[in-house]
């Protein structure tokens, strides 16, 4: 069975412009999750969506949104980048968002604001 | 607000030594504590895990000791190889909230030496 899935692997951007980055969960999971992962700040949950709806989100500025499609494909939007905006973006999927699944990780995308 | 601490921030071992990481909570509502292993360029992967109703659990060579009333827990490594050379996170979570949120320690990067 494939591994949770992200796209692209790395990304450079500008101050300013906006990004999205894409997470395909193993098939058959439904929850999905995204952290933000810097040196300084380590691992932080941004956001959740079980069944295409948002069920928890991270202290995180309205910048940073994200969705859900109906085949649990999740998607995060950057808006407005800033230079502090430059980490790995990991997304998460779990079979069914309760506390005994576990979760399994993507690689990430390593995202560079210039 | 930081809400699991942990510590060392690094950790050096010589093979077949014993690596220990700690960790301590503040919400007394966690009640799921896993240790993820991350390796350089990759996502972070579940390597054990542990609910407060138990004070330790064992699998191979890794060990979680944990202690409700202290609100700590523990990472064990024994007989530490080189290929566990890597960055651990432990990490807590919300029994009975519906979220797959995980509030993540910063991190203990560990080298095993041959």
């Known amino acids: 069975k494939a591994g949770v899935t992200q796209t692209p692997r790395y990304l450079i951007k500008t101050r300013g412009q906006q990004v999205t980055l894409s997470c395909s969960p193993i098939?058959?999971?439904?929850?999905v999750s995204w952290y933000q992962q810097t040196p300084g700040q380590g691992l932080q949950f941004l956001f959740e969506?079980?069944?295409?709806?948002?069920?928890n989100k991270g202290n995180f500025p309205g910048r940073f949104s994200g969705r859900q499609f109906s085949n649990s494909r999740s998607e995060m939007n950057v808006s407005t980048l800033e230079l502090g905006d430059s980490a790995l973006y990991l997304c998460?999927?779990?079979?069914?968002?309760?506390?005994?699944?576990?979760?399994?990780f993507g690689p990430g995308t390593r995202l560079t604001v210039l | 607000q930081q809400q699991v601490k942990q510590s060392p921030q690094s950790l050096i071992v010589q093979k077949g030594g014993i690596s220990i990481i700690n960790c301590a909570y503040e919400?007394?509502?966690?009640?799921?504590f896993p240790w993820y292993q991350q390796f350089p360029g990759k996502g972070p992967a579940l390597l054990i895990a542990?609910?407060?109703?138990?004070s330790e659990k064992k699998e191979g060579r890794f060990t979680i000791s944990f202690n409700k009333s202290a609100k700590q827990f523990s990472l064990h490594i024994m007989d530490s190889q080189p290929g566990d050379s890597a960055t651990y996170f432990c990490?807590?979570?919300?029994?009975?909230?519906?979220?797959?949120?995980?509030?993540f320690g910063t991190g203990t990067r560990l080298q095993v030496f041959p």
């Open positions: 998460a999927s779990s079979l069914r968002g309760v506390i005994t699944d576990t979760q399994y």
């Open positions: 098939s058959g999971h439904r929850s």
């Open positions: 969506y079980f069944s295409e709806t948002q069920r």
């Open positions: 919400n007394t509502a966690f009640d799921y």
């Open positions: 542990i609910r407060p109703d138990v």
């Open positions: 990490a807590a979570r919300k029994l009975g909230f519906n979220t797959d949120k995980l509030i």
